[in-house]
């Protein structure tokens, strides 16, 4: 089992920029995929990226591709998402997620029963 904890989340204007961190622990960091996904009031949790156990290979919903960028320090046992161009669709809870399992060199998985594990969230308001 792995433990995950965010920060960095807050409230900015529009067409602001917020990072995201998620501190890994319990378990090797380096040997799983890891993932963000969001969750707006009165909806599901949603896919927002992934990447994969290396850092090589990432995938972006279509909704934030080109504004967000999602990373990972191995070393630092941390992946981060830099969130760009905010506008206030992008108002959620974002959690981020470790895989359950090891897979292969550049698998980055998206749907939600992919992920074992969960952080307890952090909260992102975007003001217009």
């Known amino acids: 089992q792995v433990q995950l904890v965010e920060s960095g989340g807050g409230l900015v204007q529009a067409g602001g920029s917020l990072r995201l961190s998620c501190a890994a622990s319990?378990?090797?960091?380096?040997?799983?995929?890891m993932g963000w996904f969001r969750q707006a009031p009165g909806k599901e949790r949603e896919f927002v990226a992934a990447?994969?156990?290396?850092?090589?290979?990432?995938y972006y919903a279509d909704s934030v591709k080109g504004r967000f960028t999602i990373s990972r320090d191995n070393a630092k046992n941390t992946v981060y998402l830099q969130m760009n161009s905010l506008t206030p669709e992008d108002t959620a809870v974002y959690y981020c997620a470790a895989d359950r399992l090891r897979r292969r060199l550049g698998a980055t998985p998206q749907v939600l029963a992919d992920f074992g594990s969960w952080g307890q969230g952090t909260q992102v308001t975007v003001s217009s």
């Open positions: 990447i994969d156990w290396s850092g090589g290979s990432t």
């Open positions: 319990g378990r090797t960091f380096s040997s799983y995929a």
